[in-house]
């Protein structure tokens, strides 16, 4: 039986998912553009399989905009087994080597405030990162190491919230680029015991919540023309960047590509949320250039006709 197509949409704004276990991003990613039947779609990062938590997706012309989110500081609430070290840093590896575990939960503690601050990360052979056009853990799976340059990173909180002697829940605020396997490792490897990731969610990023979220089976419960209105707008992906008002005259130029004068003296490359003086509407990104004049760098196509 042939199966017939779905007529795609023009969705556009955020959903902020709470992204299930053992699925993809792009798996995600793609149920959810189902469901809203979008014709286009990205998310702003990727999650590990074994990773749930707070996955922001973009739809339509909010995709224009969501490398914003990539730079962002994220927040993670980490389960760490101590004792043993898998060869993927995480519950899906095989147990390569166990240690007894004797450290108590001081000593954790103090282990702990050894990584916060700016410190170097080798980013593991089981990751995304790319050498030579494939992914590090293609290399992995077929028993190849690359050598990884140690990257710069920040951590700017890490906070215990249960340690039975064994494993530890612990909850980290850090820079992009983190991965938290690896940091488990390396605090394993500092108390003498090794450790693997046992759990890993995603509770912050970009100044969203994970109280925010949905799941992809809550949203499918949702009926279909109800969709939409879970969805953010698209200017809230640069909310963290100053905004500035066009008049409609302006408004009609900067729609077409066209660098407009600003009123104020702005400093030269700074960039705003370029708003319609009337309507309120979001036209997209402007950058200053000299004599105050505003030059669009990124715009909402479906604006165009302001």
Sequence with gaps: MTQVRRPKRCVDGVLLLDKPYDISSNGALQKARWLYTAAKAGH???LDPLATGLLPLCFGEATKFSSYLLDADKAYRATVCFGSNTTTGDIEGEVVRERPVTFDREQLLTAMRGFVGEIDQVPPM???LKHQGRPLYEYARAGIVIERPARHITIYSLDLIEFDGREAVIDV???KGTYIRTLSEDLGELLGAG???T?????RTAGFSLEQSITLAALEAV???ERDALLLPVDVLVAHLP??????SSAVSFCHGQAVQSDENHEIMLRFRAYHQETREFLGLAEVRENAWLQPVRLLAVKAAV
């Design 44 to 46: 702003t990062g990727v």
């Design 126 to 128: 089981y990751s995304a």
């Design 173 to 175: 605020v850090c820079s």
């Design 195 to 197: 450790a693997h990731l």
């Design 199 to 203: 759990g890993l969610r995603r509770t």
């Design 223 to 225: 009926p279909a023309e």
């Design 243 to 248: 905004s500035l008002e066009l008049s409609a």
